[in-house]
């Protein structure tokens, strides 16, 4: 058995809906009795009151403030996750343009995004990593970019592969649209570089349920009318994001959250620096043990965010989740589509978790390695 | 000063995200420490867990059990609310089918519907209400029904006239596509003459973020190949309610009510006679004071979930919000579309909050009256 100390809660590296910073917890669960100021539970509050317009404006302005955003940009939180915005995107900037997208195809998520584009317009791929098996990102030399593409579109963090961007592919000329999921607000990033970047809540910002679009108001302002309101990224601007009846719970658990970010930790710098001593911990462990811990990603491609790797046997396997297990660890099964281990070190999972995870990592090379 | 004594939290009459049964909201409150059985806290719970298959097969069938479901039917749990659905529907039983579909256009929800079938092909409107303001729904005699129809939409309660239909308008040889939104599972349903029934789960049902379909399987497997998943109730069915992340809070939240409905309150049936209970002793105190109280709704129509009336005068209205107020009574503002007022009493609504606005108003009548 591990001597990692049992906690009364596991440390929790679930690879979304992932943890939430334990302070805010403690004030959903008191808002749910009582959200301060307004006399009622958090369920149970209109969306058409001047409580409501504040706690999204109040959201808007943190993602803004964490971003440096200026007024060219809109922040919107939407419905549907990041697989409806593989729809939004093509319908409202690649439909009857008469123009090409940029597609990269490198993991599991950005292939999920070509089809979606494909149903409405013509897309080409700037690069093809599923030959190879999503083993690696390609270098901007392998890029085949069109400089009269509509958009490039990207996924900067392959969650199941474990592969991060430390760069930003694409030619400044052509808007790049990125699918920021699971990297969003986890590190500073310059939006300026940016056309459209969306981000379901559930991996860095909060509950399932809300996406987070960080828009630039020239291309708002290049969709053509006539789309249907709840998939026109326009329509719901317009709308101050509340069109419908929006997710009331997950956005003011995602308000708390940029709070959180924003006042306790201090901005995306420091929660850069947190992330990576998080994955510092955990790779330093898989790395002195390579026969065993056997990683996907290559090294200068690592994800901060999750870190992928198999070990030798299914035995082992099986061995090494009962174990974390008892050690108070959750989460760490691979994706379904890959196997082995995928270890999930989001905003809210603390260097302490990360520590503990790296101990017992290299416990269990020390008895099975 | 109304007599009627002060509670600690008040009693809520929003017209959605509505009320949530007291006993829901303790049990969230808890499940946000930990849901019992898991050692996790409801946010930070994977949706790719047996834990998570467990939870929404136990709610759908709790909605099968509940509307005595058969093989027939699929219940599925959406995004996007009503607005989505509005799209969905014409997208896969509309577009390319060759066939009109039938709208019947009475009031300010199933108005909303109409354009968005237009989007995708040729709508006929079964009936008008929008000449006469909404003031009224259709008889049978006065609805002009296509046999040959793709299928026919309406909305069974219509949410900001306070119109409630208390019979199944429609021909049973074209599928209906009801939109419930405002009283599913408020009543017994006979769903056997239902193509499909859709519902947000924000008044009836649960938190905002989630909308439960229930939808024939022959319709299901008649939906075209090619659509976006998202948009596609056949993709949504083959992938159990779970293509993508889900709102894992709402979903969860959406089945304790559904426990609550069946087991506490005892099914649709009881559910009912509670309904109408607090509507007559609602509807009672206005009857009382014609003078004051303005209805809007003709008597049989008069919906059980929303009464909606004027006052006389600007002075009135701003007076009967503020002692309202002063009284613990909230929620009661009109739809921002037609002003006055409009009292939910959805299911969590209780009896004796029902019986508590009723006092109130008759207070307010004898002061004002």
Same mark, same amino acid.
């Given at each position: ?77 939407? @419905? ?83 592969? @991060? ?70 329509? @719901? ?63 200068? @491609? ?68």
């Amino acid at each position: 058995m591990p001597e990692t100390a049992k906690r009364s809660f596991p440390h929790n590296f679930s690879p979304g809906p992932g943890a939430i910073p334990e302070v805010v917890l403690a004030e959903t669960r008191e808002a749910l009795r009582e959200v301060p100021g307004t006399g009622l539970p958090l369920l149970g509050l209109g969306h058409r009151t001047p409580w409501f317009r504040s706690i999204v404006d109040e959201a808007e302005a943190h993602v803004a403030a964490l971003l440096g955003l200026g007024p060219d940009h809109r922040v919107l939180f939407l @419905q549907g996750g990041a697989s409806l915005q593989f729809t939004m995107i093509p319908l409202c900037f690649l439909r009857g343009r008469g123009r090409s997208a940029d597609y990269l195809r490198a993991g599991y998520w950005s292939a999920k995004a070509v089809p979606e584009a494909e149903r409405e317009g013509r897309v080409k791929l700037a690069w093809d990593g599923r030959p190879g098996g999503y083993a690696r990102l390609p270098s901007d030399g392998e890029l085949t970019l069109d400089p009269g593409a509509a958009y490039f579109h990207y996924v900067s963090n392959e969650t199941v592969e474990g592969l @991060q961007f430390d760069r930003v592919p694409g030619l400044d000329a052509v808007p790049r649209c990125c699918d920021m999921s699971s990297d969003f607000l986890a590190r500073p990033l310059d939006c300026s570089r940016f056309g459209l970047i969306y981000a379901h809540a559930q991996k860095n910002l909060g509950p399932s349920g809300v996406t987070v679009t960080v828009i630039r108001r020239d291309l708002l302002e290049a969709i053509p009318a006539g789309l249907p309101p709840m998939l026109d990224y326009r329509a @719901q601007a317009e709308a101050g994001s509340v069109y419908n009846t929006p997710p009331v719970f997950a956005i003011y658990v995602t308000l708390l959250v940029l709070r959180w970010l924003r006042h306790e930790i201090g901005g995306l710098a420091e929660m850069e620096k947190i992330n990576r001593a998080k994955a510092a911990a955990v790779y330093a462990a898989l790395d002195a043990a390579p026969e065993l811990y056997r990683l996907r990603a290559p090294r200068d @491609q690592r994800s901060t965010m999750n870190a992928t790797f198999t070990v030798p046997t299914p035995e082992l396997e099986a061995r090494l989740l009962a174990e974390a297990s008892d050690a108070g660890i959750t989460g760490i099964e691979g994706h379904r589509s890959t196997g082995g281990f995928r270890v999930s070190l989001y905003n809210a999972v603390t260097l302490d978790s990360a520590r503990v995870l790296a101990g017992f990592l290299g416990d269990f090379t020390r008895r099975h390695g």
